[in-house]
């Protein structure tokens, strides 16, 4: 976390620098928009009950050559429209939501904005009939194959901004404590299963964007728990694992840089980073400065991929195979980044870029869509 100076100068600074209107406007909407939960949709394929969270891999197909279309197969960057999906969008429609409603009470102090907040998180994640149960063995279903998989748990990636939500809330002060800590005592049991279950440990041990997005969860979720334990160890793990493991010493992600959508997978694995680098850094243990003796770190990455963002006609490595148009759109990294390093090149390309779009793709791998919540 930053210490009050810094997190008083960036919070003035993003303000600057985010449409708060948008924000306010947006959150009126909210108002009078009903609960979002898991239990409004189930598949017929799960083998959970209505309250466990189901999806289907992305890029996963019936089978041509069988009749029923079993086992399915793979396409590698394609994304199947018909799987279901309905889970993965109630959880982001909530987040989406309760980040915004979150930071017009922020903004403005308006109670009312809160309170809806409360609601839409006591609907999601506490009662009895409508709760989401805390796990996700049945994630990324591949009929025919397996009722659920560890990389599953990257589908909860957009929980992290719901979890900043949560935070700001309770320290405000002004907000039933009791619904908090119930939301708060969910991400507990979450992050628990995450580490412990088969699954989640499989995920956590991913050598490519899971494996970041495994991390960028596990701090998020701690970081509202006070799991001052778990925090430290992802500290140690960014810097002994994920950077060595991920970085070449160009700043590149080889892993991302060999699949079918290169350029939209190294923007996504360079925001994880950087989002664990705003969660972790701590006075003294500072990630953002942080380097491995060859010189990897999140200045390398950002070295790496900054002129393709301003001049994406200069990428080397190949079109992506599905919304090539679509990127770069305005993602969290550069503002964080922007404001760590006092880089105007970064604050600039926040500024300009497109930080609402609409290609639901494009959207799914954005997890902080309220930036502002972050700025503790």
């Known amino acids: 976390m930053e210490n009050n100076d810094n997190a008083k100068t960036n919070w003035e600074t993003a303000r600057q620098l985010i449409d708060v209107e948008a924000i306010m406007r947006e959150a009126e909407v909210y108002l009078t928009a009903p609960t979002i939960q898991i239990t409004d949709a189930i598949s017929l394929h799960s083998p959970g009950n209505a309250h466990d969270y189901y999806s289907n891999g992305d890029y996963w197909w019936p089978n041509p050559d069988t009749k029923d279309g079993l086992p399915y197969i793979r396409r590698d960057g394609q994304s199947n429209p018909n799987n279901f999906n309905a889970h993965r969008e109630s ?61 599953g748990i990257i589908d909860t990636l957009h929980l992290i901004d719901a979890a900043a939500a949560v935070q700001v809330l309770q320290i405000s002060g002004e907000f039933d404590q009791g619904v908090l800590q ?30 970041v997005c495994w991390f960028v ?25 994920l ?25 996504f694995t360079l925001d994880n980073f950087v989002t664990l680098a705003q969660l972790l850094s701590v006075p003294g243990d500072n990630l953002w400065t942080y380097e491995l003796p060859d010189g990897r770190g999140i200045r390398q990455g950002m070295s790496f991929l900054l002129p393709y963002i301003e001049n994406k006609s200069e990428w080397p490595y190949g079109p992506d195979i599905e919304y090539e148009d679509d990127w770069p759109v305005g993602m969290s990294f550069m503002l964080f980044a922007g404001l760590a390093y006092g880089s105007e090149r970064l604050l600039h390309l926040w500024r300009t870029l497109d930080k609402n779009p609409r290609q639901a793709e494009v959207r799914r791998n954005m997890a902080i869509r309220q930036p502002l919540l972050w700025l503790l």
């Open 243 to 267: 950077l060595p493991e991920q970085m070449d010493l160009s700043g590149g992600f080889p892993r991302e840089l060999a699949r079918t959508k290169p350029y939209a997978y190294s923007l």
């Open 91 to 151: 959880l982001r429609r909530m987040r989406t939501r309760t980040a915004c409603l979150t930071s017009a009470f922020r903004l403005s102090g308006e109670r009312r904005f809160g309170e809806k907040a409360i609601e839409l998180l006591a609907a999601f994640f506490i009662d009895e009939a409508t709760r989401m149960n805390p796990h996700l063995r049945y994630a990324q279903a591949i009929p025919g194959v397996c009722e659920g998989r560890g990389i």
């Open 217 to 241: 969860q596990a701090a998020a979720f701690a970081r509202l728990t006070d799991d001052a334990r778990m925090l430290a160890w992802c500290r140690e793990q960014f810097k002994t694992r």
């Open 182 to 211: 119930n939301v708060t005592g969910w991400f507990a049991a979450y992050l628990n299963w995450m580490n412990t279950h088969p699954q989640g440990i499989e995920e956590r041990s991913e050598p490519n964007n899971h494996g």
